[in-house]
């Protein structure tokens, strides 16, 4: 499977904006999908994670409340809307697909990632 990340950009802290990750080579509708991030001179850290039908969504705690987590599965799609923004966001994004989980470990396919600059 091929994952491809798009919707990042440079915007002021307090915007939004939505990450989309569409797949090909094969479908998302039985995996679960995650987004994690890296900032500079950071490990890759887990930002949100779907369950395969979308009835389960997790969150870490520095992004509770401000992102949200979807998926289509019948366009193969994931997407992070990004609220209320912060200079800490900035980080480039990745999705994955795997899981279940909050481990990088436990997803399999990755993304090319989308950078993400948040300005203050």
């Known amino acids: 499977v091929q994952l491809q990340a798009s919707g990042g950009g440079l915007v002021q802290a307090g915007a939004s904006l939505r990450l989309s990750c569409a797949a090909s080579?094969?479908?998302?509708?039985?995996?679960?999908a995650g987004w994690f991030r890296q900032a500079p001179g950071k490990e890759r850290e887990f930002v949100a994670s779907?369950?395969?039908?979308?009835?389960?969504?997790y969150y870490a705690d520095s992004v509770k409340g401000r992102f949200a987590i979807s998926r289509v599965n019948a366009k193969n799609t994931v997407y992070l809307q990004m609220n209320s923004l912060k200079p800490e966001d900035t980080a480039v994004y990745y999705c994955?697909?795997?899981?279940?989980?909050?481990?990088?470990?436990?997803?399999?396919?990755w993304g090319q990632g989308t950078q993400v600059t948040v300005s203050s």
């Open positions: 994955a697909t795997g899981g279940p989980g909050i481990s990088i470990r436990m997803y399999d396919y």
């Open positions: 779907i369950s395969w039908s979308g009835g389960a969504t």
């Open positions: 080579g094969r479908a998302l509708s039985r995996s679960y």
